[in-house]
T-cell receptor, first 115, second 114 residues
């Protein structure tokens, strides 16, 4: 099992450019999440998905869009990148069980710089 | 929504000493409290978690305690080693309809000096 994978690992964009970050998981998890991590601010939720074809806004959704056309993939898009979106982006997945909420498994991260 | 505060933001300990990190949460319906360790340049990884029906959980040198009345939980690391140096994040689940979402604390940078 590869777990949660992310592509690309690094990217440099110019202001106004667009890009898509890809997250894939092979654990058959229902839930998937996109976070951004900035120094001193922990992990902040951008968007999340509770199943194929469904998405919802998290804590900091502005400037981002997402899609989940397949259960195993969750895409994060930046339509017009801004320097404030310079960050490390993590994808995570999780599942439900009788016990309730469970561990989130994280991908390796994407370091994005917007000039 | 859920709000999680974590203290301290940085913690320096001598090798062999204990380290304690404390978190408070706001939503009394939260029922799942994981702790993640993130080494420099790596992904966060779960080190221990606790559910609201348990007051304490141990796994070798690490332990977590939960006080539901006071709405706080703590991570205890005993006999610290240099490889314990990392950023530690606490999290809380929020209400039961949160779709697995977690609210993370801001993190604690732990430095273990030999």
């Amino acid at each position: 099992n590869a777990g949660v994978t992310q592509t690309p690992k690094f990217r440099v964009l110019k202001t106004g450019q667009s890009m898509t970050l890809l997250c894939a998981q092979d654990m058959n998890h229902e839930y998937m999440y996109w976070y951004r991590q900035d120094p001193g601010m922990g992990l902040r939720l951008i968007h999340y998905s509770v199943g194929e074809g469904t998405t919802a806004k998290g804590e900091v959704p502005d400037g981002y869009n997402v899609s989940r056309l397949k259960k195993q993939n969750f895409l994060l898009g930046l339509e017009s990148a801004a320097p404030s979106q310079t960050s490390v982006y993590f994808c995570a997945s999780s599942y439900s069980s009788l016990a309730g909420i469970n561990e989130q498994f994280f991908g390796p991260g994407t370091r994005l710089t917007v000039l | 929504g859920e709000n999680v505060e974590q203290h301290p933001s940085t913690l320096s300990v001598q090798e062999g000493d204990s380290a304690v990190i404390k978190c408070t949460y706001s939503d009394s319906a939260s029922n799942y409290f994981p702790w993640y360790k993130q080494e420099l340049g790596k992904r966060p990884q779960l080190i221990i978690d606790i559910r609201s029906n348990v007051g304490e959980k141990k796994d070798q040198r690490i332990a977590v305690t939960l006080n539901k009345t006071a709405k706080h939980f703590s991570l205890h690391i005993t006999e610290t080693q240099p490889e314990d140096s990392a950023v530690y994040f606490c999290a809380a689940s929020g209400s039961t309809d949160s779709w697995g979402k977690l609210q993370f604390g801001a993190g604690t940078q732990v430095v273990v000096t030999p």
